[in-house]
């Protein structure tokens, strides 16, 4: 099992995202459940941040995601870093293999 999550203290309000076992897509904590939708997400407090992170915690033990971990956002939700942003846009490489190049001789 992987090593506990760091827990820094929140300074603004939280979502949780992880990545689902079975597809390894990027997901998000939802109120129904996982999703891949960032806008779906559940937004929690800062002083909640804790309490949402044991809940992506139980649901790696259950086998439903992997690296579960809080990110900051601004309303909308906005994730606060790049990186997260990248992640909430959408796989940065396509599903499907192009075909190899053509190179002039």
């Known amino acids: 099992m992987a090593a506990p999550a760091k827990i820094r203290p929140a300074t603004a309000p939280v979502v949780v995202t992880a990545n689902d076992l079975r597809t390894g897509r990027v ?16 937004v929690f407090a800062p002083d909640d941040a804790a309490a949402a992170l044991a809940l992506g915690q139980a649901a790696e033990r259950a086998q439903l995601v992997v690296g579960a971990y809080t990110v ?27 075909p190899a190049l053509q190179l002039a001789s």
């Open 72 to 98: 900051e956002v601004s309303p909308g939700p906005v994730p606060a870093k790049f990186r997260e942003r990248l992640r909430a846009a959408g796989p940065s490489v396509d599903a499907e293999p192009r």
């Open 27 to 42: 997901v998000w904590l939802g109120t129904a459940g996982w999703t891949g939708d960032i806008a779906a997400a559940r």
